[in-house]
């Protein structure tokens, strides 16, 4: 599966010029970490910290919010990560879901071929061609030794069910939330009774034994999606679909703070689509390391319910009263990843700011991403009376929202720190909020501040964020 075309002339900056800096944020303020770090970590797993799981979590409930809160033609499902192997087959993960391996013969590397430097801008049917590497004359980047023929490596993980280790026990990982949808389409439309169009919503778990994972959390082995699939009539409504789902999937990037410059759309040559696609679009970001796939829009056509119906014997068809017809319904699919939603939010939040001679870091993050909504912080903390009314405000706001308090630094230090991890509001409690009540609130962005009364802090808060949810 070729990634996007190398990045052209005209193309805009990222947000951060270096991987880096995400990476090294990520991991001093706890938003990521190696998996299994202490052995020396596994490749392409990453775990999540105190303010990674907030993060990926808001991004999984915004996410579900615009797919199932505010519509009613939507519905949840959360499918099993093991199904019954004839799923795999007649989905064509089996068969087909490869990408083409080769090796090194000298130090026994493997890389995509798509990935490797020289084969830049091929088209999927060149890639396919016998003789590509000799063509091209592609050697192993690492040690410049000859590489093979690539062959196709399956990507799906194999495991056991049961105590015996044989063939025919084995099961899959899923590598595609997706699948869950389709076999359970029934069970949901006599359950929910919608009618078509109608879609069904997932979030889950999904595993790839990617050959070249990499750039951080953009590619890993295990990761999370968030798909959707979109039932429709066979054939123009289809296309009428997936016109509007595509530009509703863009803006819900930018709804949720991306810069517009920084996406764009770009469809699958017809040689690149996957067996099941009579369309596909990538919503696509530009990160630090090009532009990449960020979301795809797909038209499945029949394929997916056809193939299911006819390999399971299961009647799928869907009867319409309306013109006395059954007919198999055709799918739009929105197929998003939590983690690369995630890490293009936190990525696009990324700025330095000159202040008073000092580079502020902000996370600029929409703050019901962000993963403390409001830290309290007193501005004394050896008066007992501040950090009393401290811990009285933090409590109150936390029946709403996640709240933190923190008097670990001066003032200027906490507000920093807060600023690098996004969090949109401070209330400071200082030595006059014990006479007069008051407190201050600060705005992340402007650095303005603001004095209201103790009592209306927490509407304060909650009005600031139905303001950035509208
Ligand atoms: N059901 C269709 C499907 O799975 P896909 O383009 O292969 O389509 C959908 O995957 C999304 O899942 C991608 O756009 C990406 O956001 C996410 N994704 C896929 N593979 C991933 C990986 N190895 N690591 C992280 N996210 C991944």
């Given at each position: 599966?070729?990634?996007?075309?190398?990045?052209?002339?005209?193309?805009?900056?990222?947000?951060?010029?270096?991987?880096?800096?995400?990476?090294?944020?990520?991991?001093?303020?706890g938003?990521?970490?190696?998996?299994?770090?202490?052995?020396?970590?596994i490749?392409?797993v990453?775990?999540?910290g105190?303010l990674?799981?907030?993060?990926?979590?808001n991004?999984?409930?915004?996410?579900w919010?615009?797919?199932?809160?505010?519509?009613?033609?939507i519905?949840?499902?959360?499918?099993?990560i093991?199904?019954?192997?004839?799923?795999?087959?007649?989905?064509?993960?089996?068969?087909?879901?490869?990408?083409?391996?080769?090796e090194c013969?000298?130090?026994?590397?493997r890389?995509?071929?798509?990935?490797?430097?020289?084969?830049?801008?091929?088209?999927?049917t060149?890639l396919?061609?016998?003789g590509?590497v000799?063509?091209?004359?592609?050697?192993?980047p690492?040690?410049?030794?000859?590489?093979?023929?690539?062959?196709?490596?399956?990507?799906?993980?194999?495991?056991?069910?049961?105590p015996?280790?044989?063939?025919?026990?084995?099961?899959?990982?899923?590598?595609?939330?997706?699948?869950?949808?389709?076999?359970?389409?029934?069970?949901v439309l006599?359950?929910?009774?919608?009618?078509?169009?109608?879609?069904?919503a997932?979030?889950g778990k999904?595993?790839?034994?990617e050959?070249?994972?990499?750039?951080?959390?953009?590619?890993?082995?295990e990761?999370?999606?968030?798909?959707?699939?979109?039932?429709?009539?066979p054939?123009?409504?289809?296309?009428?679909?997936?016109?509007e789902?595509?530009?509703m999937?863009?803006?819900?990037?930018?709804?949720?703070?991306?810069?517009p410059?920084?996406?764009r759309?770009?469809?699958h040559?017809?040689?690149?689509?996957?067996?099941?696609?009579?369309?596909?679009?990538?919503?696509?970001?530009?990160?630090?390391?090009?532009?990449?796939?960020?979301?795809?829009?797909?038209?499945?056509?029949?394929?997916d319910?056809?193939?299911?119906?006819?390999a399971?014997?299961?009647?799928?068809?869907?009867?319409?009263?309306?013109?006395d017809?059954?007919?198999?319904p055709?799918?739009?699919?929105?197929?998003?990843?939590?983690d690369?939603?995630?890490?293009?939010?936190?990525i696009?939040a990324y700025?330095?700011?000159?202040v008073?001679?000092?580079?502020?870091?902000?996370?600029?993050?929409h703050?019901e991403?962000a993963?403390?909504?409001?830290?309290v912080l007193?501005?004394?903390?050896?008066?007992r009376e501040?950090?009393?009314?401290?811990?009285?405000l933090?409590?109150d706001?936390?029946?709403d929202?996640?709240?933190v308090?923190?008097?670990?630094?001066?003032?200027?230090?906490?507000?920093?720190?807060?600023d690098e991890?996004?969090?949109?509001?401070?209330?400071?409690?200082?030595v006059?909020?014990?006479?007069?009540?008051?407190?201050t609130?600060?705005d992340?962005?402007?650095?303005?501040?603001?004095?209201?009364?103790?009592e209306?802090?927490r509407?304060?808060?909650?009005?600031?964020l139905?303001?950035?949810?509208?």
């Amino acid at each position: 599966m070729p990634d996007s075309p190398p990045i052209d002339a005209g193309d805009v900056a990222p947000a951060v010029a270096d991987l880096d800096t995400i990476v090294s944020l990520s991991k001093r303020r706890g938003f990521i970490f190696p998996s299994s770090e202490i052995y020396g970590g596994i490749n392409a797993v990453w775990d999540y910290g105190p303010l990674g799981v907030e993060l990926k979590n808001n991004v999984k409930r915004a996410w579900w919010r615009s797919m199932i809160q505010e519509r009613t033609d939507i519905v949840g499902l959360d499918a099993g990560i093991l199904m019954h192997p004839e799923v795999w087959v007649t989905s064509g993960h089996v068969a087909s879901f490869s990408d083409p391996l080769v090796e090194c013969a000298s130090c026994h590397r493997r890389y995509r071929l798509d990935e490797l430097p020289g084969t830049e801008g091929l088209s999927a049917t060149e890639l396919r061609e016998d003789g590509v590497v000799e063509r091209l004359k592609l050697v192993c980047p690492n040690d410049g030794g000859r590489l093979s023929a690539p062959r196709r490596f399956n990507l799906m993980f194999k495991t056991h069910m049961g105590p015996v280790e044989e063939d025919a026990a084995i099961v899959y990982l899923r590598p595609e939330t997706a699948q869950g949808s389709y076999v359970n389409f029934k069970n949901v439309l006599a359950s929910s009774r919608k009618k078509l169009p109608f879609g069904i919503a997932q979030i889950g778990k999904s595993f790839r034994n990617e050959i070249s994972p990499g750039n951080f959390v953009f590619r890993m082995r295990e990761f999370e999606q968030m798909e959707m699939q979109y039932f429709v009539h066979p054939g123009d409504a289809a296309r009428v679909a997936f016109n509007e789902w595509l530009p509703m999937r863009r803006a819900w990037y930018e709804r949720y703070g991306v810069a517009p410059g920084r996406l764009r759309l770009r469809e699958h040559a017809p040689d690149e689509l996957a067996p099941y696609a009579k369309k596909a679009v990538d919503v696509e970001y530009r990160f630090p390391f090009g532009w990449k796939e960020l979301e795809g829009v797909h038209n499945r056509g029949d394929f997916d319910l056809g193939n299911h119906a006819q390999a399971s014997g299961a009647n799928l068809e869907y009867f319409d009263p309306a013109t006395d017809e059954h007919f198999i319904p055709w799918i739009v699919e929105t197929a998003a990843g939590a983690d690369r939603a995630a890490f293009t939010f936190l990525i696009d939040a990324y700025r330095e700011e000159q202040v008073r001679g000092e580079t502020r870091v902000v996370l600029g993050l929409h703050p019901e991403l962000a993963p403390y909504k409001v830290a309290v912080l007193p501005l004394l903390k050896k008066r007992r009376e501040i950090v009393e009314l401290c811990q009285q405000l933090r409590a109150d706001l936390a029946r709403d929202v996640l709240a933190v308090y923190d008097d670990t630094a001066a003032i200027g230090k906490l507000y920093r720190r807060q600023d690098e991890i996004g969090t949109p509001w401070c209330v400071t409690v200082d030595v006059e909020s014990l006479e007069d009540r008051a407190v201050t609130i600060r705005d992340r962005d402007t650095m303005t501040q603001e004095r209201i009364p103790v009592e209306g802090v927490r509407q304060a808060i909650a009005d600031r964020l139905a303001a950035a949810r509208a």
